[in-house]
């Protein structure tokens, strides 16, 4: 008796995927092996002694992952961001995307009270359809004395 509600149940199952088309897809999913992405290091990468610490960029598919850009040297904030953002830029075109193919951007500060000579900088940098950003004043200041510090995610041809 069990058995046999088992194999109702199973049946019921089988026509409702049939009717909504369900089965069809997972067997062109089950016949269609997936082609993964190959994860390839496409900018310098960052050693500490001797070991890999991280990469300067990232291609993964049509995504290209850009590690944070700082401004070491003696300047105020609008100076220290054109200057990452021309890096990024640099970045992105060596790898065949561009700013205007920028999806995210995370900005790091030093202080909070620059956000808003960033954003003059910042402004317009990315075409007329900016990409969604995330902006936070870190504790302790930005690594290597930048006063900000600029990571992006772009698409790419």
């Not at 008796?1 to 149940?9: A, G, H, K, L």
């Not at 199952?13 to 062109?28: D, E, K, T």
């Not at 953002?85 to 193919?101: A, I, T, Y």
């Not at 000579?117 to 690594?143: L, S």
């Amino acid at each position: 008796m069990q058995e046999n509600r088992r194999s109702i149940f199973k049946k019921i199952a089988v026509g409702a995927a049939g009717i909504f088309g369900l089965s069809s897809v997972s067997r062109l999913q089950a016949n269609t092996p997936a082609a993964k992405p190959a994860k390839e290091i496409v900018g310098d990468v960052v050693y500490d002694q001797d070991v890999p610490l991280f990469s300067g960029a990232v291609k993964y598919g049509n995504l290209l992952f850009i590690a944070g850009k700082g401004a070491h040297f003696e300047g105020d904030i609008t100076a220290h961001t054109n200057h990452v953002l021309d890096e990024l830029q640099k970045e992105l075109e060596k790898n065949g995307s561009s700013m205007n193919k920028v999806l995210k951007v995370n900005v790091y500060l030093a202080d909070l009270n620059d956000y808003q000579a960033m954003n003059n900088a910042y402004r317009g940098r990315f075409g007329d359809h900016p990409p969604v950003r995330t902006t936070v004043a870190t504790y302790g200041g930005v690594p290597g004395n930048s006063l900000v510090e600029i990571d992006c995610i772009a698409a790419v041809d």
